[in-house]
């Protein structure tokens, strides 16, 4: 039986359409609304808008639920690894064993840059952000790849693991670039997290071979950054891809997108804040009360979602794995103290309890990664890598949907009425 809303508006009524998805999410489909009432709707930031229908990811952010094409992340943060998970957000199933080695054969033949790609390096500024630099440098791989809305299905497959190969490397040699440090060339031995932590620390003259548990760790922290369904980064991907623009430069796009403070930029700005918090010598009660005086301009980063209003699961998950981590490799942060006593107090706090302000996943994500050696600057960076197979998966999906459309949104006009000229000495 088809549904349907009803609107009614003045003295006309009208049937909307009702689309069930395949876990009873109902959404009302408008898209015939302004042509039938003169009206549009206005929802700012989105919050209540569905832009798509989509296959990927499953998220109820009141039951604190997350899953990727059907497995729950806590399944796959315990068998998985990034590789695998990316396989399966990108091809909508879990690959066999003959699938996934191709896979790893692609990553590791891509993983070098064209040699004429370290002039581009040396263009930046030493100190530039490496986010500045990974964006740039994605775009850059559209100068010599196809343009992928032409290409076949095969090269789809191609171009996203050229470019889930490649930005680990952009990754590790903006870094280097950062630092003034010779680039280290990928090592075909390598699998890929262990080949990443190998281009970020080897010198020409000794190489990093990161322990197995600091590989683990940095597996679960991308792997647990892999998808989150139409946030802020995937929207601006699927925004820039729904014009026909090539993977890369759309890709490109999302990681402006993730760079700001209030998406993937907060695992920086929770580092910083609990470094501020600690050597102030704030208690996490005045941090609170501060966090809650709206006149400060200050948040608690790394609290608060736009979808779960329940608990995050991956930041019980790094939560877990952030004690775990640490007292494996010795590491005694206080920073782990200070964001623990944050968050105790915050749970029982009036103020966020009533909003519904949880941990995200950024709020253990720094300390787990600064424990692993990763300087600050490249959290963001990390999670860009992360993200790369869920942002491929959101174009593809795209790229196959014959009903996608350009994506163009209305607004509702607060300028001035017709003015008239007025020549300038009038003025
Ligand atoms: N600290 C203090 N107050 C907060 C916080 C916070 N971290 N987050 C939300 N609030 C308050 C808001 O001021 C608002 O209060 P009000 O109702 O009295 O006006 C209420 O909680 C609702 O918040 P919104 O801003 O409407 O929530 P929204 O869904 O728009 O924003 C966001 C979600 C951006 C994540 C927000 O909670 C935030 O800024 N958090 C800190 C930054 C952060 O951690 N970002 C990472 C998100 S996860 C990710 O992108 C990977």
């Given at each position: 039986m088809t549904r349907t809303a009803t609107l009614t508006y003045g003295d006309q009524t009208i049937e909307l359409p009702v689309i069930e998805g395949t876990e009873g999410e109902l959404g009302v489909d408008i898209s015939q609304l302004r042509a039938k009432t003169g009206l549009i709707t206005l929802d700012p930031g989105f919050g209540n808008t569905g832009a798509c229908q989509s296959g990927v990811t499953f998220i109820d952010g009141d039951k604190g639920i997350l899953r990727y094409r059907g497995l729950p992340i806590e399944q796959l943060a315990e068998h998985s690894t990034f590789v695998e998970t990316a396989w399966l957000l990108i091809n909508g199933k879990l690959p066999n064993r003959a699938e996934l080695d191709q896979f790893s054969k692609r990553l590791t033949k891509y993983?070098?840059?064209?040699?004429?790609f370290k002039n581009h390096f040396e263009g930046f500024p030493l100190n530039a952000p490496p986010m500045a630099i990974l964006s740039a440098m994605i775009n850059t791989l559209s100068s010599s790849s196809c343009d992928g809305r032409q290409a076949p299905e095969d090269d789809i497959d191609e171009l996203s693991a050229k470019l889930m190969s490649k930005v680990r490397t952009i990754a590790a040699y903006s870094y280097r670039r950062s630092l003034g440090l010779p680039f280290i060339y990928p090592d075909p031995k390598l699998r890929y997290v262990a080949n990443f932590l190998h281009m970020m620390f080897s010198m020409p003259y000794e190489q990093h071979i990161a322990s197995q548990e600091v590989v683990d760790a940095l597996n679960l922290i991308l792997m647990l950054h892999a998808d989150h369904e139409q946030n802020c980064s995937t929207s601006t991907v699927r925004v820039v891809g729904s014009s026909k623009a090539n993977l890369y430069a759309s890709c490109a796009a999302g990681v402006g997108a993730l760079w700001g403070p209030l998406h993937g930029g907060a695992n920086v700005a929770v580092l910083e804040m609990l470094e501020a918090i600690h050597k102030g010598g704030m208690s996490a009660a005045e941090a609170l009360a501060l966090a809650k005086?709206?006149?400060?301009?200050?948040k608690l980063m790394g609290f608060g979602h736009?979808?779960?209003?329940?608990?995050d699961p991956r930041a019980l998950i790094l939560k877990r794995a952030a004690d775990k981590v640490l007292e494996r490799l010795g590491v005694r942060d206080p920073l782990l103290d200070v964001a623990r006593k944050l968050e105790e107090l915050a749970l029982i706090d009036p103020y966020f309890v009533e909003r519904k302000l949880y941990p995200n996943v950024d709020f253990y994500s720094g300390i787990l990664m600064r424990a692993m050696g990763?300087?600050?600057?490249?959290f963001t960076v990390i999670f860009a890598i992360g993200r790369m197979p869920g942002w491929i998966a959101h174009w593809k999906e795209q790229n196959q949907d014959a009903a996608s459309r350009i994506a163009r949104p209305r607004q509702i006009y607060t300028g001035p009425t017709l003015q008239s000229y007025t020549p300038i000495d009038q003025r």
């Open positions: 993983a070098p840059l064209h040699e004429g005086d709206k006149q400060s301009g200050f736009r979808v779960y209003k329940n608990f990763i300087p600050t600057s490249m």
